[in-house]
């Protein structure tokens, strides 16, 4: 009889522990989506990041050129990624992707994202802006990823927390997926940024 007690005791120590555990992740993976939102606007489904950055040492036409320098040292192949250009204009429209890394999801699977997005290069004289638009995210599971992408598309809003009825031990990995999409769109502005920006020359120097 004690040991049955014992036994109820242990479990129900260990039920609690599971569960503040569970809340205490579920708080951070909240707190941490609306630290993100602060960096996009969210319209008709899609995630908007938008930054004008300032480059008043070097001319139009040179950030002009230097944003299409960005794009070919970012994407493979920059010919297939810009759809639309006009200098005269300052913009420079594209669609590219970004990969994440395989990861391990549980101990049978793997699976990795792929990131499809709209790029738009506004430029004018001493500012550019950069604008990422994702709409969806890319997802691929199973045991050998290292082929070509076979992926299935999925909306944002069918990944936690958007999705409500995500079973807790599930939360976690779900909101991965949207975290995915956040920090490679960030890392895409910021690598324009640093290539328009690095070694400007001011105008009147040679």
């Not at 200098?87 to 594209?94: L, N, Q, S, T």
Request: proline share 2%.
């Amino acid at each position: 009889m004690k040991k049955i007690l014992l036994l109820i005791m242990t479990i129900s120590i260990f039920g609690s522990v599971y569960a503040q555990k569970s809340k205490k992740e579920e708080r951070n993976v909240i707190s941490e989506f609306e630290e993100m939102k602060k960096n996009f606007t969210e319209s008709n489904g899609e995630w908007v990041f938008s930054k004008v950055i300032p480059a008043n040492k070097i001319s139009k036409d040179e950030i002009y050129n230097k944003a299409l320098e960005a794009l070919s040292k970012i994407y493979k192949d920059s010919k297939d990624v810009i759809q639309n250009k006009d200098k005269d204009a300052g913009i420079i429209i594209g669609k590219g992707f970004t990969d994440s890394d395989i990861r391990t999801i549980n101990w049978a699977s793997i699976c990795r994202n792929r990131c499809w997005h709209l790029i738009k290069i506004e430029v004018k004289e001493g500012r550019y802006r950069v604008t990422i638009t994702v709409s969806s995210l890319w997802n691929e599971t199973g045991a050998d990823l290292r082929h070509s992408f076979n992926g299935t598309e999925y909306q944002l809003t069918n990944f936690y927390p958007y999705w409500k009825d995500c079973k807790p031990k599930h939360r976690i990995t779900s909101f991965d997926n949207l975290k995915f999409v956040y920090e490679s769109s960030m890392a895409i502005i910021d690598n324009i940024e640093n290539e328009i920006n690095k070694n400007m020359i001011p105008n009147d120097e040679w």
